[in-house]
């Protein structure tokens, strides 16, 4: 249902000695199941691939920090975590969300792939344990430390090709009459709003609630609630149980199910049209970089998410359209962009060069980001923000102005 062509891992960045060799490149095509309606791209890369050693530090993103700790603040709350509770958050990274858990004081667990990232946390005193999730590791990991009252799987659903290997990973972690709440984003953003660049080979999966209840059921849990929430551009938090201490969904669900089959998006029909849709946005930004680069204007990006990579590749973008970008995360710096090559500084060149646009690549932390970059109104830069809807935003005021394709 969508092409975009062929490109490299989206998170593997260069050194300066790899950019006289070749890159490997697999392709970026977006299927849909005729039988579950699951969303997915073929599964080209491992994880071992991926997530040994990671370039993203959740805690360099500081609305995402907060997002964290409002949830660790809620779910405390709702589900009345103390002292005798223990938490399990499955791809904990850098112990961004971990830590509000401790400073709550629950007891709590990281299971993370990564060790650099996993390093991290630890140094910051969040216990973790090194491991990619499976039925076998959540037996372990609940034999040795007991059931989990709560297991947190933000933003990793998705990154799993073994969808029923991880879900039982899911089952074997939580108790009996515990919970699993898991971030994803929301399939209905990417379909009505064309944000192709959350598509890339490390995201094998893109879930609609009724997708994520059929693939979170064969393992016995069952969705009994679920929150339309706005990170990542669109994302849903669905909470499920066991399904023994289930009972009946919220109306919350029974909702979201609904706003689903009104986009037409619980019949393969409704997933067609993106790809015109995806072009119109890659046309839209090239036109607007050509237009400034016959200008003369200095044109340089924000932020080296993952995501970013997917529409610098997707676009053609190179150094003569978006010269360098940077990034608030040392581990990026002085590094180059997988496919596009676009070299990463850090964020203190924006002074220094003081460029005339500025394309903020993590388009879905306007907010944050827009308060962030607001000195750089001293000199006369606009922001851009290349997704949903092309817009040019003042750095200062934080007015925004549309764009016409």
Known sequence: ML?????????????????????????????????????????????????????????????????????????VDRLDLNGDSFVVEVASNDGYLLRHVLDAGVRCLGIEPSVNVGAAAVERGVPTVTAFLDEAAGRRVRAEHGPAD??????????????????????????????VSIEVHHALALITQAQYDTIYHEHFQYYTVASATNALATAGLTVVDVELIETHGGSIRLWARPAAAAGPPSARVADALAIEADAGLHDVA????????????????????????????????????????????????????????VDR?????????????????????????????????????????????????????????????????DALSGAKEGMQS
């Open 3 to 75: 092409d975009l062509g062929a490109t490299p891992p989206c998170e593997k960045l260069l050194d300066d000695q790899a950019l006289d060799q070749a890159e490997v490149t697999y392709p970026l095509h977006l299927r849909v199941c005729a039988d579950c309606l699951l969303l997915q791209i073929p599964a080209l890369i491992t994880p071992e691939d991926t997530f040994t050693e990671y370039a993203y530090f959740s805690s360099f993103s500081d609305s995402w920090v907060e997002h964290a700790r409002r949830f660790v603040t809620d779910a």
């Open 150 to 179: 709560l297991v947190v799987a933000n933003n990793v659903y998705a990154h799993i090709p073994d969808v029923l290997g991880f879900t039982r990973g899911l089952r074997a972690l939580v108790a009996d009459d515990g919970w």
């Open 270 to 325: 409704g997933y067609v049209g993106l790809q015109h849709r995806v072009e119109l946005q890659r046309q839209q930004l090239l036109g607007f970089l050509l237009e400034c680069r016959t200008a003369g204007k200095r044109v340089v990006g924000y932020g080296a998410p993952g995501k970013g990579n997917t529409l610098l590749n997707y676009c053609g973008i190179r150094s003569d359209l978006i010269e360098y970008l």
């Open 329 to 393: 995360n040392p581990y990026k710096h002085g590094k180059f962009t997988p496919g596009a090559r676009i070299p990463v500084h850090p964020v203190e060149v924006l002074d220094k060069d003081r460029p005339d646009v500025i394309v903020v690549l993590p388009w879905n932390l306007e907010a944050e980001i827009t308060a962030q970059l607001a000195y750089t109104a001293e000199w006369g830069a606009v922001l851009v923000y290349p997704l949903p809807n092309l817009h040019v935003v």
